[in-house]
């Protein structure tokens, strides 16, 4: 049973809530998890694009630097069309990078980089085909617990990105699937976007 709590942000493909799950006394009891809702043009793809990211994510979960995915839940009348995720206890890096009043180190920095440059390695070396992200910004890179109350950054939001892309009643010739501005060189092979002068350093 899925109990959804307060909305935690979202994005272009589904919005996230804390969420808590009953896997019964044999199985943990109730654990505190995150429940990606999908939004309904995304649903509109089908029950095939939920299998499909489920799959991606699946088949590299075992990596401590890209997010878990626990399960599916597809409840019309209920919660929604979504997955459940392992939850982020620290927020996402882009919450925490704009949380003046708490300091991040260098060294904290510099582990969340390795963390994200590993994680994201993982998907490069996926066989037999390579995940390209696509969308590989702060909002998409969550700070969960490493179990000692310490921060492991995981890379998360591929499976959509590889999905949606890849149904031709989403995909644009001119813009693909993403964030342009974040978009693996790959992509633009195949969606060439040109980008202003004026943004090559922008941050935002």
Not at 113 to 124: N, P, R
Not at 137 to 159: E, H, R, T
Request: aromatic content about 6%; charged content about 20%; some cysteine.
């Amino acid at each position: 049973c899925l109990t959804i709590g307060s909305e935690l942000g979202g994005g272009g493909f589904a919005r996230v809530y804390e969420a808590n799950i009953d896997l019964g006394s044999k199985h943990g009891g109730v654990k505190d998890v995150a429940f990606k809702k999908l939004h309904e043009r995304v649903k509109a793809l089908g029950a095939q694009t939920l299998a499909d990211e489920l799959l991606v994510q699946l088949e590299v979960a075992a990596h401590p630097n890209v997010v878990k995915v626990l399960g599916a839940v597809d409840d019309p009348g209920g919660v929604g069309f979504g997955l459940v995720l392992e939850l982020a206890e620290f927020g996402t890096l882009y919450t925490r990078l704009q949380d003046t009043s708490r300091d991040l180190s260098w060294v904290a920095r510099a582990q969340i980089l390795l963390d994200v440059a590993e994680g994201v390695q993982a998907l490069h070396e996926h066989r037999p085909t390579p995940i390209v992200h696509n969308d590989l910004k702060s909002p998409n890179v969550l700070l969960c617990n490493a179990g000692d109350g310490s921060i492991v950054a995981k890379v998360s939001d591929f499976g959509l990105a590889v999905s949606v892309r890849n149904a031709s009643s989403m995909q644009s010739s001119k813009t693909g699937i993403g964030s342009a501005n974040w978009s693996a060189p790959e992509v633009g092979e195949k969606h060439y976007i040109p980008i202003p002068a004026s943004d090559v350093w922008s941050l935002g």
